[in-house]
């Protein structure tokens, strides 16, 4: 008697730019700072990156509190919160971001709770003074980690700091991708709407 082996599947989305908006950019237009606009879509290097926007903060006396006022007014993308309750309803969905623990409380409680993975900040009276990566390429550990255990992995992610899970992925495509990636990376494919991605995400998890 042939057996027969169910292969178990989890979807792996980014957070900012795929289902809720970029944190830093609605930072930036609150305190008129232009200079936290850059986000990983411009700086691939996330490590330069976050040194940077600490920098900016210290300079200019942007504590938590304001940072999370500014979050505490936002909501997921248009469509994003259907989208995600449709895709946990088929499918084990899990949440990996490179934002962070102290930030991510609001949104999650908008998309009900997903499973998230991020990072954490270091935080002294109110100030945010340092980043440290949970571990180093956080997400593509994450993706390997989950294949190392058995399951099919399907990623999406929209910027450079999502190319190690894209490409660790058994199936990896960009959403509303930041310029330039579709065309450097045309083997991960790219979708701007949600019922498109839906569709690529039942025939990938099913190929």
Same mark, same amino acid.
């Given at each position: 008697m042939q057996s027969c082996v169910i292969v178990q599947r989890i979807v792996a989305l980014d957070m900012e730019g795929v289902v809720t908006p970029e944190i830093w950019i609605a930072v930036a237009e609150r305190t008129g700072l232009s200079e936290l606009k850059l986000t990983t879509r411009d700086e691939p290097d996330y490590q330069k990156l976050m040194n940077y926007r600490i920098k900016v903060?210290?300079?200019?006396?942007?504590?938590?509190?304001?940072?999370?006022?500014?979050?505490?007014?936002?909501?997921?993308?248009?469509?994003?919160?259907?989208?995600?309750?449709?895709?946990? !309803?088929?499918? !084990?969905?899990?949440i990996l971001s490179d934002t962070f623990e102290q930030f991510a409380g609001h949104l999650m409680k908008e998309l009900s709770y997903p499973h998230l993975l991020c990072h954490n900040l270091t935080i002294e009276m109110d100030?945010?003074?340092e980043f440290v990566p949970r571990?180093?390429?956080?997400?593509?550990?994450?993706?390997?980690?989950?294949q190392g255990l058995g399951y099919h992995v399907t990623a999406i992610g929209d910027s450079y700091n999502d190319l190690g899970m894209l490409q660790q992925a058994d199936a990896g495509c960009l959403f509303r991708a930041a310029t330039g990636l579709p065309e450097k990376y045309p083997m991960l494919g790219c979708?701007?709407?949600?019922?498109?991605?839906?569709?690529w995400i039942d025939a990938a998890v099913n190929a």
């Open positions: 903060l210290s300079e200019n006396g942007i504590g938590l509190t304001l940072i999370r006022e500014v979050i505490a007014s936002l909501r997921p993308l248009e469509g994003a919160r259907n989208f995600l309750e449709h895709l946990r !309803q088929r499918y !084990q969905v899990v100030s945010v003074v571990i180093d390429d956080a997400k593509k550990k994450a993706v390997q980690s989950y979708l701007d709407a949600y019922h498109d991605l839906g569709n």
